[in-house]
């Protein structure tokens, strides 16, 4: 099956020759990470087998965390991590989006305008918390930055998981939220729109924004996630350590057209889709994150700053509970061998034990 590597090696060099010269750096350097992933010119281990003395090579991984094919070790500790850091309460999804008037604005200054919405949208949910109508205290939430829709279309948006509870202003109590209701959504959405623009114009004093954004619906939703938090966790933890596709998706690469595969939400179907090659790599490149850039934060309660707070809620909730300690997780059989013993693919029987490092770019023989 064709991945984006094999796009990257056939496709880029001409797609660098006709935009070379408006590409960032972390557009160039994502480029050649995904074609030098897993080959030669990243080095690696040599390693053979205790019982049949077969030999692998194996190479490393790019670890850029744009490349769709590292992080998967990555992804699963991340969502263990979280899964254990959970509060034994019900949980709420919020998403925040923008109008496409501001999609540009935003593309342009990608760095100062992801952390703006990033950080409007905590704190028009923890500004409408705090009113004793609806939690009465401070909240806490796991933001998360996408930048697409399944078509790889720009679509920049944050997805906040928040705990159905809050902390009194006294520090004394923990207030639980409404099964079925945290916030009024419309209400949430005006103050994200006031508080973005308020933000916005403070970091980009020669931004013109236009007047339509205060007629055009911003669109906000909250739903209790119910049963499935731990669904909705896992569909945030795979787009925080990938990117906007897998390779899984990619069907074919053929006359310089790529055809790849995405779920129409509206339809609730599979489709497909053939653009360009040089179109296909816009796509990709354009959620290709600033350097440095946490697409990750935690905001409230659950900010590294509150964190013997947090542990103490925790604690605290967890005893009052029912159902006593968590039950335990259940972790990869292979994550119990270590990195440098791995089962012998050839023999089944033995392990690969690392017996040589390889350099970048030497080659194997043939």
Same mark, same amino acid.
């Given at each position: 099956?064709?991945g984006v590597?094999?796009?990257?090696?056939s %496709?880029?060099?001409?797609?660098r020759d006709?935009?070379?010269?408006?590409?960032?750096?972390?557009?160039? =350097?994502? *480029?050649?990470?995904?074609v030098? %992933?897993?080959?030669?010119?990243?080095?690696g281990h040599?390693f =053979?087998?205790?019982h049949?003395?077969?030999l692998?090579?194996?190479?490393?991984s790019?670890?850029?965390r744009?490349?769709p094919?590292c992080?998967?070790s990555?992804r699963?500790?991340?969502?263990?991590?979280?899964k =254990?850091?959970?509060?034994?309460?019900?949980y709420?999804?919020?998403?925040?989006t923008?109008?496409?008037?501001l999609h540009e604005?935003?593309r342009s200054?990608?760095k100062?305008s992801y952390?703006?919405?990033?950080e409007?949208?905590?704190l028009?949910?923890?500004?409408?918390?705090?009113?004793?109508?609806?939690?009465g205290?401070?909240?806490g *939430?796991?933001?998360?930055?996408?930048?697409w829709?399944?078509?790889l279309?720009?679509?920049?948006?944050v997805?906040?998981?928040?705990p159905?509870?809050g902390?009194?202003?006294?520090?004394?109590?923990?207030?639980e939220?409404?099964? $079925?209701?945290l916030v009024?959504v419309r209400a949430?959405s005006?103050i994200?729109?006031?508080?973005?623009?308020?933000?916005?114009?403070?970091?980009?004093?020669? $931004?013109?924004?236009p007047?339509?954004?205060?007629? $055009?619906?911003w669109?906000v939703?909250?739903?209790?996630?119910?049963?499935?938090t731990?669904k909705?966790?896992s569909?945030?933890?795979?787009?925080?350590h990938?990117?906007a596709?897998?390779?899984?998706?990619?069907?074919?690469?053929e006359?310089?057209?790529v055809?790849f595969r995405?779920?129409?939400?509206?339809?609730? =179907?599979?489709k497909?889709m053939t653009?360009?090659?040089s179109?296909f790599?816009?796509r990709?490149l354009?959620?290709v994150l600033?350097?440095g850039?946490?697409?990750?934060?935690y905001y409230?309660l659950l900010?590294?700053r509150?964190r013997n707070?947090?542990e103490?809620?925790?604690?605290?909730?967890t005893?009052?509970?029912?159902?006593g300690d968590?039950?335990p997780?259940?972790?990869d059989s292979?994550?119990?061998?270590?990195?440098s013993?791995r089962l012998?693919?050839? %023999?089944h029987k033995?392990y690969l034990?690392?017996? *040589?490092p390889?350099?970048r770019?030497?080659?194997?023989?043939?």
């Amino acid at each position: 099956m064709p991945g984006v590597a094999d796009i990257f090696r056939s %496709c880029g060099p001409e797609y660098r020759d006709r935009y070379g010269h408006a590409m960032p750096p972390s557009h160039r =350097r994502t *480029m050649q990470d995904v074609v030098d %992933c897993r080959t030669e010119r990243m080095g690696g281990h040599l390693f =053979r087998c205790s019982h049949c003395d077969h030999l692998r090579y194996s190479y490393h991984s790019c670890k850029n965390r744009s490349c769709p094919a590292c992080h998967e070790s990555d992804r699963k500790s991340w969502l263990e991590k979280r899964k =254990r850091e959970q509060l034994p309460v019900p949980y709420y999804h919020a998403v925040f989006t923008v109008p496409k008037e501001l999609h540009e604005i935003i593309r342009s200054h990608q760095k100062i305008s992801y952390a703006l919405l990033m950080e409007a949208a905590a704190l028009s949910l923890m500004k409408l918390a705090s009113d004793n109508r609806y939690v009465g205290g401070k909240i806490g *939430m796991l933001s998360v930055l996408h930048t697409w829709t399944r078509a790889l279309v720009y679509h920049p948006h944050v997805h906040c998981l928040i705990p159905a509870g809050g902390l009194s202003h006294d520090n004394r109590y923990w207030l639980e939220a409404r099964k $079925t209701y945290l916030v009024p959504v419309r209400a949430l959405s005006d103050i994200f729109r006031a508080t973005f623009i308020a933000l916005a114009r403070r970091k980009l004093p020669e $931004t013109v924004f236009p007047q339509s954004i205060w007629k $055009t619906p911003w669109v906000v939703y909250c739903k209790p996630c119910g049963h499935s938090t731990e669904k909705t966790l896992s569909y945030l933890a795979r787009y925080v350590h990938q990117t906007a596709i897998t390779n899984s998706r990619i069907l074919s690469v053929e006359r310089g057209k790529v055809t790849f595969r995405y779920k129409d939400s509206r339809e609730c =179907r599979w489709k497909t889709m053939t653009l360009e090659a040089s179109e296909f790599i816009r796509r990709f490149l354009q959620h290709v994150l600033p350097r440095g850039f946490h697409k990750v934060r935690y905001y409230g309660l659950l900010s590294p700053r509150n964190r013997n707070i947090f542990e103490q809620i925790r604690r605290e909730l967890t005893n009052k509970t029912e159902i006593g300690d968590a039950e335990p997780l259940n972790v990869d059989s292979s994550a119990k061998i270590p990195e440098s013993i791995r089962l012998c693919p050839l %023999c089944h029987k033995g392990y690969l034990i690392s017996i *040589m490092p390889l350099p970048r770019r030497w080659r194997a023989p043939p």
